[in-house]
């Protein structure tokens, strides 16, 4: 089943990946935009452009009832960095990689 999210949902998501994954001393927040373009839509990769540069992966996936309301759950990974410098490059202190609940 393909499923086409909202890239609204998708980037906030990443969002609070990064927050996760970053250190408590370090820790900030960040507006992201962007694309999340599929490289393997059926095996759940993708590619991101924008504020945030690398691969995105969704690993697990389970629709769950929720009556008038689309759920879900599952975990996503996030290889990359975030373009703070918005050269469309990112840079070794920029690389982030988190795992998503």
């Given at each position: 089943?393909?499923?086409?999210?909202?890239?609204?949902?998708?980037?906030?998501?990443?969002?609070?990946?990064?927050?996760?994954?970053?250190?408590?001393?370090?820790?900030?927040?960040?507006?992201?935009?962007?694309?999340?373009?599929?490289?393997?839509?059926?095996?759940?990769?993708?590619?991101?452009?924008?504020?945030?540069?690398?691969?995105?992966?969704?690993?697990?996936f389970q629709e769950a009832p929720a009556g008038d309301y689309f759920h879900a759950t599952g975990t996503e990974t996030?290889?990359?960095?975030?373009?703070?410098?918005?050269?469309?490059?990112?840079?070794?202190?920029?690389?982030?990689?988190?795992?998503?609940?």
């Amino acid at each position: 089943m393909r499923l086409h999210w909202p890239s609204r949902v998708v980037l906030s998501t990443i969002a609070a990946a990064l927050l996760i994954a970053a250190p408590a001393a370090v820790a900030k927040t960040y507006q992201v935009s962007g694309k999340q373009i599929a490289v393997d839509e059926e095996n759940g990769i993708y590619k991101m452009r924008g504020s945030l540069i690398g691969r995105w992966t969704i690993d697990t996936f389970q629709e769950a009832p929720a009556g008038d309301y689309f759920h879900a759950t599952g975990t996503e990974t996030f290889n990359g960095c975030l373009d703070r410098r918005r050269d469309h490059r990112g840079s070794r202190s920029q690389r982030a990689r988190g795992r998503r609940r």
